[in-house]
């Protein structure tokens, strides 16, 4: 009676129910969150699982070539050869050696060290290769000791075995070492290749290799990725048409297995070559500019006149970009650095203009009615102003002389004399209009950012000191403080050779460049011509018989202005050759301006050491050319 | 009757496991050797065929009439005069050679010892591109050396067994040289591609810089470089009829069509190296 009691209790037994609740809801939570994981977090999961077994290998493309006007390669692409492996190809010899090594530690019964067995393994299949590559091409190249960082960081990447094969040595290589037997390849980059080597170096420019900047369309923006170091322009035109010239990057993802090792390449991306360049350089006037240049610092602007194009800009001293390659060393970089040689002297160097401003301070005259083609003064060797004594460079003096004899002989005491009459105002003012006070706005990057300088009373006051006589004296005679650039100098030759205000200077090449004034930003210089012809027939006999007859190029009507301009370098005065020219006068094509500096008190002037200069650029230019009328 | 097939159905799987754990479990020198004796087994039935063929041939031409005989006999003659002719013009050839190298200091050019040998077997189809010739390290055949014909280049002694040997053909995929092509000095490399569907083998030339241009009115030559030593200079590969430019701007990749008559070949040359040779 009792055991059936007993058994119907059991039945009913409330407690064994809340322990069935207990389970089951314990079963409903795991449910819960196996239908969690499985159905709600299947994206996170799914993406999780995606970045441990796939990798990303960007590949840069190559850049663009850089042709001078007349189709000459300046810039272009080297292949460099490198013996490589992958150590996908490699991982069974891996393999066999460590085993082979395994069993050695076994019967010398050594401890285990997995670490030090793969890492010996992974030494002696390479020296394998590089041993192989030894016999085929009978050298003695080594393994860099820097192999296993390179396995645990770029697993995925070639490792260079032997660097920069000869081209024989490539062929060689690809002849002997078997297509189906061996895990080394030969991997072809490329290096920047500059034929000319140091010529035109500023305006060109360098590159230097940086991690690429992946293009946001490349897919696999989350997944572990390796790159090859692309290349970036860091100065001249290739760093301002780095847009350009950059090769559109490439990319292919791959899945790997558990090791790292590629297994299956799932989506690729070619890379391509940036697109060439045609700048406006000739590079034949480069050079015969860059021989006659001196052994000294100084630059050189050449400029097509109707279309603003740089034919030539030469920056001394110059480097030779090629050094660059594969690595810019430190002892490199200093010696560039040393020798002064990074800075673009033409568009970034800072020089008193001289007695090459002369020809503003003419304009402004003229403008302002100060000065006529008749107008006369008398040079005795100096002009007084104040209680101070302003020299002339002829210090027995000109005697009496008219704006054109002024400008053929460079008297600056003609310049003094109507400069203050005139005042600063106009010949800043015609200084300014000519473009002399702001950036060129040329494509290169290397434009002087601190601005040139155009003094007038305003910018002496923000310096701190007051504008005296003395101050329009000497920028009357293009010293004092005003500052030009080369580049800002040859606009200037340019604007005028075309009786205009601005040049819009370009370093590209553009047969189908629009090159009106509304171009170049420019109006008509607003002078009488009697007085523009009087200038431009000083400079013609400056060139003739004045103080540029050393520039004189037979058969070419040249008009140009010296100028001997004066700085004080760590207490020593020393001497700035200047000189700006055009020609043919009649039909001016090319405009130019040339600045030497010197490296002892009065070692260089105007026209004995910026003329040969300027002679050999025309000489160059004309040279078989039809001068037309 | 039916546990009877059973059971010997079950031996069989068991003998062929048994091999299968013997092939993993035997150290890698026996397996080498097992496959030598087993290439140099089956040599004979390579070569028997082949003889066979020669003396089939032979009886053909020999139940020809006596004036066919006659004739081929004279243009035989004749061809062997003209043959003559040519040998006493490459003899003068050589000794001018010889002078120069002497005069300017130049290491000799007849730097390989021939052997013609004739073809075995053939295997061309989309796995192989090989041949099998009737001479192997008994006659001196290197492993490596250039094989060529009157054509051109051949391929490259991939394997030698004791009396045959087995040429990795040009249009084999593992086939890789470097070459030049006619009239420039560049070195650019070559690498067959196998066979094309319904076509003879052809090979893809690479590295070739973006200045080269071939088309179908001009084609280029492609010729043998003797930069890595293996081959003599300017034999001809192959024509090249168009080239393109790579992704990468710098190198063009084009098509280089084979001679047809590599899939005909009765008889080859190998040039072994004169310092294999030596060492050997």
Redesign the interface.
């Known amino acids: 009676m009792a055991e059936k009691k007993f058994e119907s209790d059991a039945k009913r037994n409330e407690r064994l129910y809340v322990l069935y609740y207990i389970f089951g809801a314990m079963f409903v939570v795991l449910l819960g969150a196996l239908a969690y994981r499985h159905i709600f977090m299947y994206g996170y999961y799914q993406k999780k699982g995606l970045l441990q077994t796939q990798r990303r290998i960007i590949q840069p ?2 850049r ?2 850089i042709y001078d006007r007349n189709g000459r390669l300046i810039v272009g ?1 080297r ?1 460099v050869f490198d013996a490589v492996v992958y150590f996908n190809d490699a991982r069974f010899d891996f393999r066999r050696e460590y085993a082979r090594l395994n069993k050695l530690r076994k019967q010398n019964k050594e401890p285990f060290d997995y670490a030090k067995l793969a890492i010996a393994a992974r030494t002696n299949v390479l020296q394998s290769y590089i041993d192989e590559i030894n016999s085929i091409l009978k050298t003695d190249f080594v393994l860099d000791a820097d192999f296993n960082r390179h396995f645990s960081g770029r697993q995925l990447m070639p490792l260079p075995l032997v660097k920069n094969l000869s ?2 040595q ?3 290589l ?7 037997n061996s895990a080394v390849q030969i991997y ?1 980059d ?1 290096y920047r290749y500059y034929p000319y080597a140091d010529r035109a170096a500023h305006a060109v420019g360098y590159i230097r290799p940086e991690i690429e900047q992946v293009d946001p369309d490349i897919p696999g923006d989350d997944l572990r990725t390796f790159s090859f170091l692309g290349k970036i322009g860091k100065s001249g035109v290739e760093k301002a048409f780095e847009d350009r010239l950059a ?1 559109e990057t ?1 990319a292919e993802i791959w899945v790997v297995d558990h090791n790292g090792f590629t297994f299956e390449k799932i989506e690729s991306k ?5 697109r060439d360049l045609q700048v406006s350089l000739e590079m034949e006037l480069q050079g015969a500019i860059e021989d006659a240049f001196p052994n000294r610092k100084g630059a050189a602007v050449a400029l097509d006149v109707k279309t603003g194009e740089i034919l030539a800009m030469v920056s001394r001293p110059s480097y030779d970009p090629n050094m660059f390659f594969p690595t810019m060393t430190h002892a490199i970089y200093n010696d560039i650095r040393d020798r002064g040689a990074w800075l673009n002297r033409a568009t970034q160097g800072l020089y008193p203009p001289g007695s090459t401003f002369k020809v503003i301070t003419a304009l402004a005259g003229i403008k302002s009615g100060v000065i006529g083609p008749d107008t006369v003064s008398y040079c005795d060797g100096y002009y007084q102003v104040g209680s101070r004594k302003f020299p002339c460079h002829n210090r027995y003096g000109h005697g009496e002389v008219n704006l054109q004899q002024a400008i053929e002989k460079s008297c600056n005491v003609f310049f003094y004399e109507h400069g203050q009459k005139m005042g600063i105002g106009p010949i800043a003012k015609t200084a300014k209009e000519m473009g002399l006070d702001s950036p060129t706005g040329i494509e290169l990057h290397e434009e002087s950012t601190r601005l040139t300088i155009v003094p007038t009373p305003e910018f002496k006051r923000k310096h701190g000191s007051g504008w005296s006589r003395g101050d329009t004296a000497n920028v009357s005679i293009g010293q004092g403080d005003l500052r030009q650039t080369p580049l800002q100098m040859a606009c200037f030759a340019a604007s005028f050779a075309r009786g205009e205000t601005r040049t819009k200077p370009s370093i590209l090449h553009d047969t189908m460049r629009k090159t009106d004034m509304k171009y170049h930003g420019a109006k008509k210089l607003d002078i009488p011509k009697s007085g523009y012809d009087a200038i431009i027939e000083g400079m013609v006999k400056a060139v003739e018989s004045g103080t540029c007859r050393r520039a004189a190029v037979e058969g070419v009507k040249i008009a140009a202005k010296s100028g001997t301009a004066q700085v004080m370098v760590k207490g020593r005065k020393l001497t700035l050759a200047w000189m700006i020219a055009f020609a043919p006068v009649e039909n001016p094509e090319i405009a130019a301006a040339v600045i030497v500096e010197g490296e002892e008190p009065g070692d260089a002037s105007g026209g004995a050491t910026a003329g040969p200069i300027m002679k050999e650029m025309f000489a160059e230019y004309f040279k078989g050319r039809q001068i037309a009328q | 009757m039916a546990s009877s097939h059973k059971n010997t159905a079950r031996l069989n799987i068991g003998i062929f496991i048994a091999i299968l754990a013997l092939c993993l479990v035997v150290p890698s020198g026996v397996k080498n050797f097992v496959s030598d004796m087993f290439g140099e087994f089956r040599a004979p039935f390579d070569i028997l065929p082949s003889h066979l063929r020669d003396l089939q041939k032979y009886w053909s031409l020999s139940s020809r009439s006596k004036r066919d005989l006659i004739e081929a006999g004279r243009d035989l003659a004749r061809l062997n005069a003209a043959l003559e002719l040519r040998v006493l013009e490459n003899e003068t050839l050589r000794s001018r050679i010889k002078r120069y190298e002497d005069m300017f200091s130049i290491p000799p050019t007849g730097m390989y010892k021939q052997h013609i040998a004739r073809v075995a077997r053939r295997d061309l189809n989309a796995w192989w591109q090989q041949l099998v010739i009737r001479k192997g390290s008994i006659d001196g055949i290197k492993e ?1 050396s250039a094989v060529i014909y009157g054509g051109g280049v051949v391929g490259r002694i991939k394997e030698v067994g004791l009396f045959t040997s087995v040429v990795e053909l040009v249009s084999s ?6 070459a030049v092509f006619e009239g420039d000095d ?2 650019v ?1 070559y ?1 067959g591609v196998g066979q094309v569907s319904f076509g003879s083998g052809c090979g893809e030339v690479t ?1 070739v810089y973006s200045d080269m241009t071939a088309s179908v009115s001009k084609p280029r030559k492609l010729m043998t ?1 003797s ?4 081959f003599p200079e300017g034999l001809p590969i192959g024509t090249v009829s168009s080239l393109n430019l790579n ?5 063009k990749t084009g098509r280089v069509d084979l001679s047809t008559n590599l899939s005909a070949l009765n008889e080859v040359l190998v040039l072994v190296p004169i310092e294999a040779e030596q060492k050997k």
């Open positions: 493309g190559a663009g070539d692409n292949p081209i024989s490539h062929a060689i690809a002849e002997k070492l078997r297509v189906d072809t490329t090769g490439g070619p890379p391509r070559k940036g | 490596g995929r593992n086939f890789r040289m470097a560049r070195p490399i690498q590295d470089s930069i890595a030593g293996v992704y990468d701007g710098i190198f």
